[in-house]
């Protein structure tokens, strides 16, 4: 079964620590796209990446929050000096051609959650 | 900028009855996709059906189906004979140039 990949699925983390949330795209996807959904709320986006690239990172905060898409391996999501609000669920998406502009499909991993103490 | 509104914070529905979530959008670009996803408690987020701008007919994929009215922005989706598996958030979703998702409909079938 070839789809979207994340881990961890479930991460704990101390305020002032760093969270590394990983996203391995479906087979034959070159586009990734982080989400984020706080409780009882629908995604935000947060960033679009391709291969070494960053596309559009409207949706991400300005500090703290970073993401890259290296040639090899998967996407990483990384959030430094996390803090309580941080505190949701991280999904990623792929799709096989850009969604800008376009109607492709994104196909959604399993989501990591993020619980900072 | 784009927008998606699902009034229907909650629904409930009958075991084998027919339900309609409904979905408004509003955006000024001509070339747009909408999408559903469902989202059960294991929080998984499942795409379920889409529906192009320019598409002539309106999207089915088995027991759902996709009630597009282009002129009143309306994309509501059509689930046919509920089944207890079918209780879970439902999004919809806009996209052209990155992708807004509603507030979500929790939809709860009755056995």
């Known amino acids: 079964n070839a789809g979207v990949m994340q881990n961890p699925r479930h991460l704990v983390r101390r305020r002032g620590q760093e969270a590394r949330l990983r996203c391995s795209p479906m087979k034959g996807h070159s586009h990734v796209y982080w989400y984020r959904q706080l409780p009882e709320e629908g995604l935000k986006f947060m960033v679009y990446l391709q291969k070494e690239n960053i596309i559009d990172e409207s949706g991400m905060p300005k500090e703290r929050f970073s993401a890259e898409f290296p040639k090899e391996g998967p996407s990483i999501l990384r959030i430094q000096q996390v803090v309580r609000g941080d505190s949701a669920a991280y999904f990623c998406?792929?799709?096989?051609?850009?969604?800008?502009?376009?109607?492709?499909?994104?196909?959604f991993g399993p989501g990591t959650r993020l619980t900072v103490l | 900028a784009q927008k998606i509104t699902q009034t229907q914070p909650g629904m409930f529905v009958q075991e084998k009855e027919a339900v309609t979530l409904d979905c408004t959008y509003d955006t000024s670009d001509p070339s747009y996709g909408l999408f559903w996803y469902k989202q059960p408690s294991s929080g998984e987020m499942i795409f379920l059906i889409y529906?192009?701008?320019?598409?002539?007919q309106n999207a089915t994929e088995g027991r759902y189906s996709l009630n597009f009215q282009k002129a009143r922005k309306s994309a509501n989706l059509v689930i046919s004979a509920s089944q207890l598996g079918d209780s879970a958030m439902y999004f919809c979703?806009?996209?052209?140039?990155?992708?807004?998702f509603g507030a979500g409909t929790r939809l709860t079938v009755k056995p």
């Open positions: 979703a806009i996209n052209n140039n990155d992708m807004r």
């Open positions: 529906q192009g701008s320019y598409d002539q």
């Open positions: 998406a792929s799709s096989r051609r850009s969604t800008k502009g376009r109607t492709d499909t994104q196909y």
